[in-house]
């Protein structure tokens, strides 16, 4: 970030709205992991302090160095292209995390094999390990009960109707 004067201005850019920014983002962050298709985009935020966030993924996973490397092209483009002018905006690339929910038929199918919380959109939850995932929906099996009472639940879920499904840490 450049400061000048012993103050940091923020700079909106009037005539470049927030989807238009994160497009140009996601259009930059996809020519950048071009190539390599172990790794892909899950999203761009951007603040109103101009503090950008990118998720990237990979289906064995992310390690640090990869987003390492995409943070500083893409950092590179952003300057080179004067995206924010003044220099004004921070900019931060990472794996999604735990804490993030799923958001991509990709990120679903490497997630296979683990328990997940899926929260559907009239609020009621299915929590069980991820069986399947379709292009039009997911397969949770549910265990409920113990001993002789246990009960295995397979849940097919659309995803038309899941708001929010979420990796658990079981311990």
Known sequence: MKEGNGCRSLLFLPDMNNELQ????ESLVAGILEGDER??????????????????????GVSIE??????????KL?????????GDFSLEVS?????????????????IGRTVEVVLLD???????????????IVVEEIKGKNKKKETVLHTIPFNNIKTTKVQVIF
């Open 22 to 25: 994160i497009a140009k983002l």
């Open 39 to 60: 790794y892909f985009l899950v999203s761009v935020r951007i603040k109103p302090t101009n503090n950008i966030k990118v998720f990237i993924d990979g289906d064995q």
């Open 66 to 75: 990869k987003c390492v490397g995409v943070n500083r092209k893409l950092y």
């Open 78 to 86: 952003i300057e080179e292209q004067a995206l924010y002018p003044e």
């Open 95 to 111: 794996s999604p995390g735990l804490e993030e929910p799923l958001k991509l038929h990709r990120q679903y199918l490497k997630n």
């Open 123 to 137: 609020g009621t939850k299915a929590e069980g390990v991820l069986k399947e995932a379709a292009e039009d929906q």
